[in-house]
């Protein structure tokens, strides 16, 4: 059974970080690329960033680059999204998912856990 699990989440002040997890189980993780999306109220669920398990190699949404860094580690089957220089902006709810190559839309991904709630207060 595939389960993904998103941890970290919390609530944080403008300007602080936060470090969400990704555990990964029930499937080959090497074999996939992990994305993390997220879901504002009254939003679609956007990408935010992903990773491709074999190779490292990353994508990341315009509104995040520069202030959010996606890494894995292979051996433990985890995904981290360190988020720095938090903005009430982006309050959401963060998701994880997988899928054999990233894509920027949620419905190129084939496996979603449940989310870790992020809220930035201003």
């Known amino acids: 059974e595939v389960q993904l699990q998103a941890s970290g989440g919390g609530l944080v002040q403008a300007g602080g970080s936060l470090r969400l997890s990704c555990a990964a189980s029930?499937?080959?993780?090497?074999?996939?690329?992990i994305g993390w999306f997220r879901q504002a109220p009254g939003k679609e669920r956007e990408g935010v960033s992903c990773?491709?398990?074999?190779?490292?190699?990353?994508y990341y949404a315009d509104s995040v680059k520069g202030r959010f860094t996606i890494s894995s580690d292979n051996a433990k089957n985890t995904v981290y999204l360190q988020m720095n220089s938090l903005k009430p902006e982006d309050t959401a709810v963060y998701y994880c998912?997988?899928?054999?190559?990233?894509?920027?839309?949620?419905?190129?991904?084939?496996?979603w856990g449940k989310g870790t709630q992020v809220t930035v207060s201003s």
């Open positions: 029930g499937f080959t993780f090497d074999d996939y690329a």
């Open positions: 998912a997988a899928d054999p190559v990233c894509s920027r839309r949620p419905d190129g991904m084939d496996y």
């Open positions: 990773i491709v398990s074999s190779d490292g190699s990353t």
